[in-house]
């Protein structure tokens, strides 16, 4: 049955990070962006696909990470279950902070909406400080501002003080 006329959903664009240091890490990059694409919704960009070393715990192999414009139905809340969920299926363990991980998907932008609860922080708040973040956000979206600190993706890029070399594949 299709919906009538006013009954469409809200759609939002979200951006999502996905990265991981485990296993095959390109296969788990696009089994995330399948899954993603079947749960969440249309991916409408992706950036190329980046390799850095690992961020705060150094001793582990290095990450691939790529950003996805995704378009959803979903709430936020929604949005994090579905993200949860999707890790876990694909073999995420939370053992230790900054840990080595199969899948990582971090939600850093829900359209310009600021949301602060205990659970869900959006924007993420450590979008200026992560070069592996900021280097495939500037590439598929270097206008975007960040709603919080009123500066796009480029200047942010520019400013940070992250000096992790990331590299694109």
Partial sequence: MSPKFGQFRDMHQ????????????LSRLSEARTLITETI???DLSSGIYETA??????QPAFLNQVLLVETSLS???????????????????????GPREIDIDILFYGEEIIHMPHLQIPHPEIPNRRFVLEPL???????????????METLLRNTSDLLEVKRL
């Fill in 54 to 59: 690992a961020w705060g715990n150094t001793g």
């Fill in 138 to 152: 500037a590439e598929i979206a270097p206008a975007l501002v960040h709603p919080v600190l009123k500066v796009n």
């Fill in 41 to 43: 919704g249309h991916i």
């Fill in 14 to 25: 979200v951006i999502l990070l996905t990265g991981g240091n485990l296993g095959d890490r």
């Fill in 76 to 98: 936020p809340e929604d949005l994090l279950k579905v993200v949860l969920s999707i890790e876990l299926a694909m073999g995420r363990v939370r053992s230790e902070k900054w």
